[in-house]
């Protein structure tokens, strides 16, 4: 399963630098980008760069172990294949994670943040009940929505004081 959404910034592709941004992203950035954000943590290990996410999504408790894939100023690309969800908050199950944020020139003057997220099940069965109980993605999709906005928003304001200075 994955979902996309895409927010507008009100900045030209040329001034953002994504991969700065998700790196110098803090536990407290993280937390006021959602709700259901609960705590981050990151860290660069052998050149690499990782982050630890916990958050809850509809009634899943979920930690991610990200692991930076690929990077550009306009691209990032994570992957974590660990993830432990809990469902119903008791029931680990092992899933992996794809997110992935891109920004795309709309014009001169201003670009878009597409943001993709999504979950790989081992199995088909599991794949299904995650489906049920997920509302066939509204909880995910909800989520994107909440965190994309945030995302776009912080982006611009940091790119535009980057910029500025």
């Known amino acids: 399963m994955r979902v996309t959404e895409k927010f507008e910034i009100a900045l ?9 941004w998700v790196t110098e992203m803090t536990d407290a950035d993280y ?9 981050m943590g990151s ?3 052998d050149g690499r760069f990782f982050m630890v996410n916990v958050e809850t999504i509809g009634n899943e408790m979920i930690v991610q172990n990200y692991a930076l894939q690929e990077h ?13 969800a809990y469902v119903l908050r008791w029931f680990p199950v092992v899933v992996g994670v794809p997110w992935e944020m ?11 943040l597409v943001c993709t997220i999504g979950a790989d099940f081992p199995n088909q069965l599991l794949a299904f009940a995650a489906y049920i109980n997920g509302l066939g993605g509204l909880f995910l999709r909800r989520h994107l929505k909440e965190e994309g906005r945030a995302f776009a928003g912080d982006i611009e304001r ?3 004081s980057v910029c500025e200075s």
């Open 43 to 45: 860290y660069f290990s």
């Open 102 to 112: 891109e920004v795309r020139a709309k014009g001169s003057d201003r670009c878009e």
């Open 72 to 84: 550009q100023s306009d691209h990032v690309k994570f992957y974590s294949e660990n993830t432990k």
């Open 158 to 160: 940091k790119s535009r």
């Open 12 to 20: 030209p592709k040329k001034a953002i630098d994504l991969y700065r």
């Open 31 to 39: 937390v006021s980008y959602a709700g259901a954000h609960k705590a």
